[in-house]
């Protein structure tokens, strides 16, 4: 008894409290809401789809009747004691039939849409041994799911409830749980070594003859840095990264501009900063007129802008954003300083790499792709070569592989003259994910390699002073050309 | 027997006090906080499934205009036409409120709130209080992840993941400020709820058995919902930790996620030192075992449910727990599976693939178990029973996928694929959605007093089982052929396009789906008022739960809490007449010769513990001396 007065607290104080809590809060979620929540647009009768409200309609409508029509069903039965259908029986029926009916759609599937899979004819290297793996594994699944699948529905069927019959009192059998057990590990184990075999060869072992290629990731495109005449790529980092410089490649011209740039950029903040006063001063005024003259009704665009403002510069959110902006343009500065001391970072290297907006690669010749994200993270999915490396910002990656299937051939075998291997982004990563692509051609010989670099520009043209590299916003997708197939 | 006596009588007056908001809305009973649990995942499940069908129709005509989505979507949908940016915020509230506010929430909420007092005979739990608290802070949970959806903004909308820099940066995605903020805060009042659950949840199984009732005769179910609190609660807070850690990068610019970050509009920011992936390791730490904390209490309704109506004992009842004992060790050593592609040292990944092709060795114990069970059963099928059959069949399906992305080397090509969509929505969606129905029709007569309609439900079972796979088994076929997830649109690559009839069969099946748990839907509320009475034990089970009296009263039991005389699974004795032999009923004539692993176990003497005994006031009152 003693815990009853325990109780009676839970009971009176405890949820007072919660009561008193809720009744806060609730108002304060629905005030909260209330601003958060944008109003809900007039409502339109012809924006309704009539033909799909019909349906559902009807759809509601038969419900009722069926639930009906059963009930009377289950009514008669009981009245008459006489079985109308064994719902039992039905349902051992309709198992075996979804049995048969679905196994014979996953053959459908497995020879219609077989067809599409990318298993078979993968473009690298590794690939083939990716594809046996893959096959192997399929194959041990497949005849599990097959034999599983069947048995289920066949006990399903074959041991249908029947009043004459019992069923078996079995508890266990240790023999059959051993066998059960073992069996699985052992396969298992085998698709362990493999999968251990092909994954440290995949991801450790790297050809000392490969070419590095650095794939760059931003949101939403990607752009590719070749080795020019040195055959080595230049440093980098992300501080250097500007509209010119969308690499951030570390060439001492871009970074003379970028400081210029930046010290620029510093200057003019600290301008506003220090007129922060007068602006705050007009912002209000035009804020007060709108809202005294009713224009806040008639411009509710224009005057959600205006009274952003307003907000920011009373909460002094203004003035904190100008502070932070010149913070991190100057931590910039200082950092961008001392990477220029150090002579071994600026080694010049990076002057004549050439930074280009599609991949063209030879025919049997192993490659690194050196992968870097600007923004956030990115994957590199190359599925046609059985390659996928994420890009993490902060954080390098890489990918060793050789193609061996040229663009040509890959057309010839898929009977598309206009096929094109591509790189697509596979992580999720902003609203235009869905469109982050560059083509990636494989070419027969080193030459239409050459030829095709050739074309490209270097970070620096080696008269002009500073060449403009492309910006960085546009999409490498659709600015891409197709020099390759030019050359032919 | 006297302070039995005692308790009903407090129960009794207790019960006339009680005032509407005591009874319903701050109930502290178990039965009324396990259906306030499902009913709310009811409602968030239509909401998650209205938002895939919403985002399906996208994928199948990415051309077309939709009136109806401008109606209900506003300037997200203009000319009818779906925002890239909203699409990812409905698949991102879509994943989060299937994995958390349904599956986990409204599965293991419902069932173990409802099933460890009555299975195991408690008069309810160890902490009622906090059992209330649990929902409260759910329910709170739900209703800013709803808000979330009307931001200005709109939602978070990285992934249910919300793998950073995406989600940290305000600037990369419109979905990443305020959106993203109620995401987290959501999600921290989920975790305290779920943590609130968890713990009452143990400590009411070890403590608060029925005489009689041993570890060893405890139902599946109860197993089941064991190990998954005890998963939730080893790693819910680390989840918890990576959550903070975000909140803190976000909004108070520390870096523990960001490094060497350039951003188009802002410049290059300051934070260096950071690493995203250490993001992914929390997650997935969490995660992993997620989606055990999903998928085991639908295996523990399924080997009740299965084993009841196949009138059988559950074949390997041993067997089964040791399995769901290694599922549960397992699954915080294998996250990195997740993870085979971020760059992370090649070597680890293979640790990681080893021992996750390990884990697959207790799940198909399982399976084989399931399988066994169902031979020379004499089963009965009512929807409950279909719909564990139809787990059975998506456990393996969509379990054999997992050996494939198990393995680092098939992972590089599967990996953020369609094949791990069609993957996880077999496996961990369809399988534990349908262990959810199961359990919801056996059970709705301890709920409500009241049976649902069967042939309703046979409709259900058959229309949701063929759909599912309609839904869910081509999606495979684009993964391998590389086909990415979470992409709003495919007709930009010209590859893409022999997948747009696949595409659109998958959306016509979901919506046929969609109507089918209408069927559902009605027939849950409709027999909730007008359903048939039930009888105390409809479905001649043998756990504990059906010797309560069908109008269900505060304590459980009026009289004395029974007392367990053998193991729940005593099905078609062959000594006995009928087909059942219920825990609670005693031995007439034979002892438990019949079931080997029992017979040494002699009723444990125990004091019987009631519903005032909470350890955990007990614990509180004397930390603060307050006896
Ligand atoms: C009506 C049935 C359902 C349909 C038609 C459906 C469809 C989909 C589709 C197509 C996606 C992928 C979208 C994309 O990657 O672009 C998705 C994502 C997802 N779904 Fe479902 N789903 C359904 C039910 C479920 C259930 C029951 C679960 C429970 C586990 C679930 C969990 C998820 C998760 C976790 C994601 C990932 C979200 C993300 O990418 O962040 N879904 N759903
Ligand atoms: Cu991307
Ligand atoms: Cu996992």
Known sequence: MKFNTLRVLNNSLIKKTLVLLFTVLTPLFALAASDVIEPPKEFSISNFDWVSIFTVVLILLMILVIARAFDIGSLTEKLTGKTIVSWNNVNAYVGIIVLILGMIGVWYELNYHGKYLKLGNSASEHGSTYDSMFYWTFGFTFFVFVVTEVLLFYFMFKYRYNENRKALYYFHNNKLEVIWTIVPTIVLTFLVLRGFNTWSKITTDIPKDSQEIEVFAYQFGWKARYAGEDKELGNTNFNFISGTNPLGVAEDGAIKELIVELEGEVAKLKVKQATAADSIKVWKAKYDRMVSTGLNRTYPEDFKAVKDQYNDAISGAYERQLEKDIKRKKTALSRIAEYRKDKDFFNGKASDDKITTELVLVKNKPYVFKFRARDVIHSAYMPDFRVQMNCVPGMPTQFAFTPTMTTEQAREIKGNKEFDYYLYCNKICGGAHYNMKIKVTVVESEAEYLTWLATQAPFVAPALPAAPATPSTTDSATTTTTPTVALK | ?627
């Open chain 2, 1 to 627: 027997m006297s302070t039995a006596a005692l308790h009903v009588d407090h129960h009794a007056d207790h019960h006339h006090k009680e005032s509407f908001i005591s009874k319903y809305v701050f109930s502290m009973d178990h039965k009324m906080i396990s259906k306030q649990f499902l009913i709310t995942g009811i409602v968030m499940g239509m909401v998650g499934m209205i938002m895939s069908l919403l985002f399906r129709l996208q994928l199948a005509w990415p051309d077309e205009q939709f009136g109806i989505l401008e109606t209900l979507l506003g300037k997200w949908a203009v000319d009818g036409k779906l925002d890239p940016n909203f699409y990812m915020g409905l698949v991102t509230i879509h994943g989060t409120i299937m994995v958390f506010y349904v599956l986990t929430a409204g599965l293991s909420g419902t069932f173990s709130n409802l099933l460890i007092p009555l299975q195991l005979g408690a008069r309810d739990m160890a902490s009622p209080m906090m059992n209330m608290l649990s929902y409260w802070f759910f329910f709170a949970s739900s209703v800013v992840l709803l808000i979330s959806v009307g931001v200005e903004t709109g939602p978070a909308s990285g992934g249910w993941t919300v793998y950073p820099p995406l989600s940290a940066l305000e600037k990369a995605m419109p979905g990443s400020g305020l959106g993203m903020t109620l995401w987290l805060t959501a999600i921290a009042l989920f975790i305290v709820s779920s943590l609130l659950g968890g713990i009452n949840y143990i400590s009411t199984v070890l403590n608060m058995r029925t005489k009689g009732m041993s570890m060893n005769r405890m139902p599946l179910t109860i197993w089941a919902f064991f190990f998954t609190a005890i998963l939730g609660l080893l790693s819910f807070p680390v989840l918890l930790g990576a959550a903070l850690f975000l909140i803190f990068d976000r909004s108070f610019g520390t870096s523990f996620y960001l490094s060497d970050i350039y951003l188009e509009g802002v410049g290059a920011l300051e934070n260096i030192g950071g690493s995203p992936v250490l993001y992914q390791h929390l997650f997935w730490f969490l995660g992993h075992p997620e989606v055990y904390i999903i998928l085991m209490p639908a295996l523990g309704i399924t080997s009740e449910v299965i084993s009841t109506n196949a009138r059988k004992p559950i074949f390997g009842y041993t067997a089964m727990i040791i399995s769901l004992m290694g599922i549960s060790f397992l699954s915080f050593i294998v996250w990195g599976h997740h993870m085979f592609i971020t760059g992370m040292n090649p070597f680890l990944g293979s640790v990681f693939m080893i021992l996750t092709l390990i884990i697959a060795v207790p799940s198909a114990v399982k399976a084989f178990n399931y399988l066994t069970t169902l031979w020379k059963g004499n089963l009965r099928f009512n929807p409950a029973m279909l719909f564990s059959i139809g787990l059975v069949s998506f456990f393996i399906s969509g379990g054999l996928t997992g050996i494939y992305l198990g393995n680092a080397a098939l992972d590089i090509q599967l990996h953020d694929s369609y094949f791990v969509v069609a993957h996880f929505h077999l496996v961990m969606g369809s399988a534990a959605i349908f262990g959810m129905f199961a359990g919801i029709y056996h059970w709705f007569p301890k709920m409500y007093g009241r049976m649902m309609n069967k042939t309703l439900g046979y409709f259900h079972f058959w229309l949701t089982f063929i759909t599912a796979y309609l839904v869910f088994f081509p999606m495979h076929f684009m993964g391998l052929a590389g086909v990415p997830r979470r992409y709003y649109q495919f007709t930009l690559v010209k590859e893409f396009d022999v997948w747009m009839d696949v595409n659109k069969l998958i959306t016509v099946s979901a919506i046929v789906a969609g109507f089918a748990q209408l069927l559902f839907l009605w027939n849950f509320f409709y027999s909730i008022f007008k359903g048939k009475k039930s009888e105390q034990n409809p479905w001649q089970a043998n756990t504990l739960e059906w010797s309560t009296p069908v109008e269900r009263i505060h304590g459980n039991w009026p009289g004395e809490i029974p007392t367990v005389y053998r193991g729940p699974y005593e099905y078609s004795r062959p000594d006995r007449e009928e087909d059942f032999f219920p825990q609670y009923i005693p031995d007439e004539s034979a002892p438990e010769v019949l079931q080997p692993e029992e017979t040494q176990k002699a009723p444990s003497e125990k004091e019987e513990e009631t519903v005032e005994t909470s350890v955990f006031f007990a614990a509180i009152k004397r930390v603060f001396g307050l006896s």
